[in-house]
């Protein structure tokens, strides 16, 4: 009863604080209106879409701002007479579309279909580019970077040539999107969450329930801080809360993910027999490749490429396999391969460290990361952490944020933009306890200002909750229809992964 009250007195000055510091909706902007269109993906036998796009303004300080189109697909309930409330998706990245790009779009698409279909026995579904992104207005894409990072190399390149190559690629990219008129400083979370109600708005409807992924969950909580009388529900996969920074918890976002995997592998017999001292012999691992890097080469014929596996690429391998739920039980296997120098697995799954990547809008992500992230990062907090959890904060040694946030324009982060955000409305948090970008404790800190939020953890499950778990899904529209969940939800969230055995 204590502590309920202390997460109510909290939520209560956090509210309190947002208004006395100024946040809240952004000044009225020219009426927004949605124009139908083609839609521009297959429609399946027996559903139904309404596509076009929304009009938002560039900025919503000035009167006469141009208009930016962002293009939407509203995926229609099979009801007869759909609820007034439909539910936004807000995806991640930041940078990342809903739809996907080229060739993809049309198995994207066929994927969203199934995945809707139980949200829209009663709601409409919208999915929309956020601007800047994918189909929207400006294109921000870098592919000066896409092509720097796809030349195929049969010897690594030294970090110095990397970083040339990409200061030359981020440059031309900057100087051209400022030619053509890109303003840095309209691509933010704030911005991100009104365009977000102006879809909503355009399409007619007063409240809205929200879905939302990684980066997108910032987005979505902004709304709640902005507009939150609007939220009917809220469903937050993967929580990423605007109070913390990921750039000053690297290593230990890094240490807490290999923490998670050697407890449950020493904890399970099979796991402890076939990988005994697993930490012990992959920290002794990191720190040989550390001092001798292994020179590879890997992909087949098309995706052919250098890689120097170091101690710090051995790790990232780690987190990149750890990041997805389905490669969590491979995870022991592929270090004691590579511990008895058989590296291939863990190659495939070591970062290129090349920036660019074609399903990413490159300029809005620079955009937002450097002015949320890498600009108001504490150097001070990221020494500490590499000092606090060795050797992990080597995956940060050769990070190009501060490079590329040097050259990239972008505007400047309120410091109450920064405060955790309170809210009355419903919210159901999902996390992953391998998930090594937002993890479970990152869920914790949000709803202790979300009074009326549950949070489930899922102990197998990694980044994006919903895409591996199906009690997620089906726990998410739960809470969208009941506005809550039973106790008793999802009882084999609670049990650990089976890991391979050789």
Same mark, same amino acid.
């Given at each position: 009863?204590?502590?309920?009250?202390?997460?109510?007195?909290l939520?209560?000055?956090l509210?309190?604080?947002a208004?006395?510091?100024?946040i809240?909706?952004?000044?009225?902007?020219?009426?927004?209106?949605?124009?139908?269109?083609?839609c521009?993906? +297959?429609v399946?036998?027996? $559903?139904? *879409? !309404?596509?076009?796009?929304? =009009?938002v303004?560039?900025? &919503?300080?000035?009167?006469?701002?141009?208009?930016?189109?962002?293009?939407?697909?509203?995926?229609l309930s099979?009801?007869?007479?759909?609820?007034?409330?439909p539910?936004?998706?807000?995806?991640?990245?930041p940078?990342?579309?809903?739809?996907?790009?080229?060739?993809?779009?049309?198995?994207?698409?066929?994927?969203?279909?199934?995945?809707s279909?139980?949200?829209r026995?009663?709601?409409n579904?919208i999915?929309?580019?956020?601007?800047?992104?994918?189909r929207?207005?400006?294109?921000?894409?870098?592919?000066?970077?896409?092509?720097a990072?796809?030349?195929?190399?049969?010897?690594?390149v030294?970090?110095?040539?990397?970083a040339?190559?990409?200061?030359?690629?981020?440059?031309?990219?900057?100087?051209r999107?400022?030619?053509a008129?890109l303003?840095g400083?309209?691509?933010? +979370?704030?911005v991100a969450? $009104?365009? *977000? !109600?102006?879809?909503?708005? =355009?399409?007619?409807?007063? &409240?809205v329930?929200?879905?939302?992924?990684s980066?997108?969950?910032?987005?979505?909580?902004?709304?709640?801080?902005?507009?939150?009388a609007?939220?009917?529900t809220?469903?937050?996969?993967?929580v990423?809360?605007p109070?913390?920074?990921?750039?000053?918890?690297?290593?230990?976002?890094?240490?807490?993910a290999?923490?998670?995997?050697?407890?449950d592998?020493?904890a399970?017999?099979g796991c402890?027999?076939?990988?005994?001292?697993?930490?012990?012999?992959?920290?002794d691992?990191v720190e040989?490749?550390?001092?001798?890097?292994?020179?590879?080469v890997?992909?087949?014929?098309?995706?052919?490429r250098?890689?120097?596996l170091?101690?710090?690429?051995?790790?990232?391998?780690?987190l990149?396999?750890m990041?997805?739920?389905?490669a969590?039980?491979?995870?022991?296997?592929?270090?004691?391969?590579?511990?008895r120098?058989?590296?291939a697995a863990?190659?495939?799954?070591?970062?290129?460290?090349?920036?660019?990547?074609?399903?990413?809008?490159?300029?809005?992500a620079?955009?937002?990361?450097?002015?949320e992230?890498?600009?108001?990062?504490?150097?001070?907090?990221r020494?500490?952490?590499?000092?606090?959890?060795p050797?992990?904060?080597?995956?940060?040694?050769?990070?190009?944020?501060?490079?590329?946030?040097?050259?990239?324009?972008?505007?400047?982060?309120?410091p109450?933009?920064?405060?955790?955000?309170?809210s009355p409305v419903?919210?159901l948090?999902?996390?992953?306890?391998?998930?090594?970008?937002?993890?479970?404790?990152?869920?914790?800190?949000?709803?202790?200002t979300?009074p009326?939020?549950?949070h489930?953890?899922?102990r197998?499950?990694?980044?994006?909750?919903?895409?591996?778990?199906?009690?997620?899904?089906?726990?998410?529209?739960?809470f969208?229809?009941?506005e809550?969940?039973?106790?008793?939800?999802?009882?084999?969230?609670?049990?650990?992964?089976?890991?391979?055995?050789?």
């Amino acid at each position: 009863m204590q502590a309920r009250s202390a997460r109510r007195m909290l939520a209560a000055l956090l509210m309190a604080a947002a208004t006395a510091t100024g946040i809240g909706a952004a000044p009225a902007a020219a009426e927004t209106r949605f124009t139908p269109g083609p839609c521009w993906f +297959t429609v399946p036998e027996g $559903e139904a *879409a !309404l596509c076009g796009t929304v =009009a938002v303004a560039e900025r &919503r300080d000035r009167p006469n701002s141009r208009s930016l189109r962002l293009p939407v697909a509203v995926l229609l309930s099979t009801a007869r007479q759909p609820a007034p409330d439909p539910v936004l998706f807000l995806e991640g990245g930041p940078g990342a579309s809903p739809f996907g790009s080229g060739e993809a779009t049309e198995e994207r698409m066929e994927v969203w279909w199934e995945l809707s279909a139980p949200f829209r026995r009663t709601r409409n579904l919208i999915l929309f580019d956020p601007r800047g992104v994918g189909r929207a207005e400006p294109d921000t894409d870098c592919p000066e970077l896409d092509t720097a990072g796809a030349t195929r190399r049969t010897r690594p390149v030294t970090r110095e040539q990397r970083a040339a190559a990409e200061r030359a690629a981020v440059a031309a990219c900057a100087a051209r999107l400022g030619a053509a008129g890109l303003d840095g400083t309209q691509f933010s +979370t704030p911005v991100a969450a $009104e365009d *977000a !109600l102006d879809v909503v708005t =355009a399409l007619g409807a007063q &409240r809205v329930n929200l879905f939302a992924v990684s980066y997108g969950t910032r987005v979505g909580l902004e709304i709640l801080r902005r507009q939150g009388a609007r939220v009917r529900t809220a469903v937050f996969d993967s929580v990423y809360p605007p109070d913390v920074n990921a750039q000053e918890e690297t290593a230990w976002l890094a240490q807490r993910a290999y923490r998670r995997l050697f407890d449950d592998c020493a904890a399970n017999r099979g796991c402890r027999s076939s990988f005994p001292d697993l930490e012990k012999r992959f920290l002794d691992l990191v720190e040989r490749l550390d001092r001798n890097p292994v020179d590879l080469v890997v992909g087949d014929h098309e995706t052919r490429r250098a890689l120097r596996l170091s101690g710090g690429s051995a790790i990232a391998a780690g987190l990149e396999a750890m990041a997805i739920s389905e490669a969590v039980p491979t995870v022991p296997a592929m270090i004691d391969r590579a511990i008895r120098g058989q590296y291939a697995a863990m190659a495939e799954w070591a970062p290129t460290n090349w920036l660019g990547d074609p399903e990413i809008a490159d300029g809005l992500a620079f955009s937002v990361e450097c002015r949320e992230s890498v600009n108001p990062a504490e150097p001070a907090k990221r020494a500490d952490g590499a000092r606090r959890f060795p050797p992990y904060g080597i995956v940060a040694v050769d990070d190009p944020g501060q490079r590329v946030c040097r050259l990239w324009p972008t505007g400047h982060q309120e410091p109450a933009e920064r405060l955790p955000v309170a809210s009355p409305v419903p919210v159901l948090l999902l996390s992953g306890a391998y998930d090594p970008v937002t993890p479970p404790d990152w869920g914790d800190r949000a709803a202790a200002t979300l009074p009326r939020s549950r949070h489930l953890v899922f102990r197998a499950a990694s980044h994006i909750v919903t895409s591996s778990e199906d009690c997620a899904l089906a726990a998410a529209v739960s809470f969208v229809e009941q506005e809550s969940v039973p106790a008793t939800v999802c009882p084999g969230a609670a049990r650990p992964p089976v890991f391979e055995r050789p």
